[in-house]
């Protein structure tokens, strides 16, 4: 059965950097896209940035220039670098994978950024 898990999140100051990772297990293919969404506490899950298996990149406008999506695919594993952190990025973090036409989620990690 295929997990997403994902870590790296915590508290972190303003201006600081934090790097999560979503580990997938479970499958011997390579998802066609993976993503980061967040939630923020009392809001809706948001699109953070996506990568595609060709490394094709999207950012929503809150992160563009801040966060870098990356994967290996080697490792199975993708990766987000957010740099320049702010509290407004306090969130849950979710990964997710789609394989075919089947969209799995992590559980989450939680990120806080203190002012």
């Known amino acids: 059965q295929l997990r997403l898990v994902e870590s790296g999140g915590g508290l972190v100051q303003a201006g600081g950097s934090l790097r999560l990772s979503c580990a997938a297990s479970?499958?011997?293919?390579?998802?066609?896209?993976m993503g980061w969404y967040r939630q923020a506490p009392g809001k809706l899950r948001e699109l953070g940035a996506t990568i595609t298996s060709g490394d094709s990149t999207n950012y929503a406008d809150a992160v563009k220039g801040r966060f870098t999506i990356s994967r290996d695919n080697v490792k199975n594993t993708g990766y987000l670098q957010m740099n320049s952190l702010k509290p407004e990025d306090t969130a849950v973090y979710y990964c997710?994978?789609?394989?075919?036409?089947?969209?799995?989620w992590g559980q989450g990690t939680r990120v806080t950024v203190s002012s």
């Open positions: 997710n994978a789609k394989y075919g036409f089947v969209l799995h």
């Open positions: 479970g499958s011997n293919f390579r998802a066609n896209v």
